[in-house]
C-alpha cells in the first residue's frame, strides 16, 4: 500500500542553521504531497504542498520540491529560526479506489532550534 | 473565517463505556475526515466523507467505531464499549470538495484517555 518514510527525529540545530528533513514516498499513481506542521500547544497546519512532479512548493522560507524519480518530497530551509521549532510530517494524498484525498502521514520530525 | 472545531477537547472516560467526539468543519467544505493520532506517530486516515455519506470507513478499526454526519456539515465520531487502546487524540478535518490536491484544514483535535 501508499507510505511515506521521513527521516527519524529529533533534530537539533542552532539557529541561522540550514535544514533538510528528507522524505520518501511509495504509492500507486501520482500523488499530491504535503509537509504539515505542528508547533508546539497547536493542531496541524498546511506548511507548503505540491500537486504535480518537478513542482515546488514553498511558504515561510521552507521549500520542498516534487522528485518522481527519486519518489521524493525534502523539505529545506536556509536559515532556521527558533520559532520554526516544531513536528513537521511529509504526508501524501493519493486517488484510488473509492478513496479521494485521504491523507497517509509519516511519523514526524521534531526539529529544536537553539539560539 | 472560522476554522474546524472540536468538542470535547479533552474526555477522560472508563474502559467499556461509550463516548462521542463532535467534529464541526469549515462552512462549505464538503468533504470530512476523521483522524486518529497515538503519541509519537503521525495521524491515522479512519473515515472520509463525501457530504452526507461515508465515502470510506476503510480506516475504522473495528465496528466499534461509527461515524455520522447527518447534514452533511457537523460529523460525530461514536466509540462503543471503549478499551485503553483507543486512548489517542483524534482529529478532524475538512477540504473544499475531497479533491486530491485540496488543502485539509485541521482541527485542534479531542484527546481521548481511557483508564
Known amino acids: 500500500g501508499d507510505s511515506v518514510t521521513q527521516m527519524e527525529g529529533p533534530v537539533t540545530l542552532s539557529e541561522e542553521a540550514f535544514l533538510t528533513i528528507n522524505c520518501t514516498y511509495t504509492?500507486?499513481?501520482?500523488?499530491?504531497l504535503f509537509w504539515y506542521v505542528q508547533y508546539p500547544g497547536e493542531g496541524l497546519q498546511l506548511l507548503l504542498k505540491a500537486t504535480k512532479a518537478d513542482d515546488k512548493g514553498s511558504n515561510k522560507g521552507f521549500e520542498a520540491t516534487y522528485r518522481k524519480e527519486t519518489t521524493s518530497f525534502h523539505l529545506e530551509k536556509g536559515s532556521v529560526q527558533v520559532s520554526d521549532s516544531a513536528v513537521y510530517f511529509c504526508?501524501?494524498?493519493?486517488?484510488?479506489?473509492?478513496?479521494?484525498?485521504?491523507?497517509?502521514f509519516g511519523k514526524g520530525t521534531k526539529l529544536s532550534v537553539k539560539p | 473565517g472560522a476554522g474546524v472545531s472540536q468538542t470535547p477537547s479533552n474526555k477522560v472516560t472508563e474502559k467499556g463505556k461509550y463516548v462521542e467526539l463532535r467534529c464541526d468543519p469549515i462552512s462549505g467544505h464538503t468533504a470530512l475526515y476523521w483522524y486518529r493520532q497515538s503519541l509519537g506517530q503521525g495521524p491515522e486516515f479512519l473515515i472520509y466523507?463525501?457530504?452526507?455519506?461515508?465515502?470510506?470507513d476503510s480506516g475504522l478499526p473495528n465496528d466499534r467505531f461509527f461515524a455520522v454526519r447527518p447534514e452533511g456539515s457537523v460529523s460525530t465520531l461514536k466509540i462503543q464499549r471503549t478499551e485503553r487502546g483507543d486512548s489517542a487524540v483524534y482529529l478532524c478535518a475538512s477540504s473544499l470538495a475531497g479533491q486530491t490536491e485540496d488543502t485539509q484544514y485541521f482541527g485542534p483535535g479531542t484527546r481521548l484517555t481511557v483508564l
Open positions: 504526508a501524501l494524498s493519493a486517488l484510488y479506489g473509492g478513496s479521494q484525498g485521504n491523507l497517509i
Open positions: 504509492a500507486t499513481g501520482y500523488p499530491s
Open positions: 466523507f463525501q457530504g452526507t455519506g461515508a465515502a470510506d
